[in-house]
C-alpha cells in the first residue's frame, strides 16, 4: 500500500510539473510591469517547443512605445517596420532556436506616457514553415490551441512597487492552483486504486 501511495503521488507531482511547462512555454515579453514614460530593456521568450527549429520572429510593437531600439543579436538578421517614425514591428530572422531550446530578443523602448496595457502579439516561424500566432486574448487557461496561443500582457502603472505586487501575488496564486489541483488529481487516483482492491 505505501508503494502504491508513493507512485500516486509521483505521478501527482509529474502532472504539476507538466501543468506548469505548459503555462510557462509561451512566446512572453517581459517584464509584466513598467513605470509610465520609463525606458526599459524588454526581453522576448522564445522557447522552440515543435520538433523543428525556430527560424524567425515577428513582434507587433504596441501603439504608445517610443524610442524602439533593437538589440544587436549575432546570427540574426534584424529589421524594422515603421509608421513615419514610429516603430510598429521588429522581425528577427535567419537565425535558429534548437528542437527543445529557447532563447531572448531584447530591445529598448521609452513606455507611454500614461497608465495602460502593452498587449504584445508575436508570430513563431518554424523550419518546417509553420507559423504559431501568439495574438489571442488570455481567456485564463494560458494554454496554446493548435498554432494559435495568447499573448502576453505588460501593464504600464504609475506606481511601479504596488503593481509589481500584485503581480507576483497573482503569480505565487497561480502555482499555489496548480499545486493544489495535481494533489488532489493523486488523491482521487489513491482512493480509486483501494477501491478497486477492495473489490
Do not use: C
Not at 176 to 198: D, E, G, P, W
Amino acid at each position: 500500500m505505501i508503494n502504491k501511495l508513493w507512485k500516486v503521488v509521483g505521478v501527482g507531482v509529474v502532472t504539476f510539473f507538466m501543468a506548469a511547462g505548459t503555462a510557462m512555454a509561451h512566446v512572453i515579453v517581459t517584464p509584466s510591469t513598467v513605470g509610465v514614460a520609463a525606458f526599459q530593456t524588454f526581453s522576448v521568450s522564445v522557447p522552440t517547443e515543435k520538433d523543428t527549429p525556430t527560424t524567425a520572429l515577428k513582434l507587433l510593437i504596441p501603439s504608445g512605445l517610443n524610442e524602439v531600439t533593437p538589440t544587436v543579436k549575432p546570427g540574426w538578421q534584424i529589421d524594422t517596420k515603421k509608421s513615419g517614425d514610429t516603430v510598429t514591428e521588429i522581425d528577427w530572422t535567419g537565425g535558429s532556436i534548437p528542437v527543445g531550446l529557447r532563447d531572448d530578443f531584447t530591445f529598448n523602448a521609452e513606455a507611454p506616457a500614461n497608465a495602460t496595457e502593452l498587449h504584445w502579439k508575436a508570430y513563431q516561424t518554424y523550419g518546417d514553415g509553420s507559423v504559431v500566432s501568439w495574438d489571442a486574448t488570455p481567456s485564463g487557461s494560458d494554454d496554446a490551441t493548435g498554432d494559435q496561443g495568447p499573448y502576453s500582457i505588460t501593464k504600464v502603472v504609475n506606481d511601479l512597487g504596488t503593481s509589481t505586487t500584485t503581480s507576483s501575488t497573482s503569480s505565487n496564486t497561480l502555482a499555489y492552483a496548480i499545486s493544489t489541483a495535481a494533489l488532489a488529481i493523486a488523491f482521487v487516483a489513491l482512493v480509486r486504486s483501494m477501491m478497486t482492491k477492495r473489490r
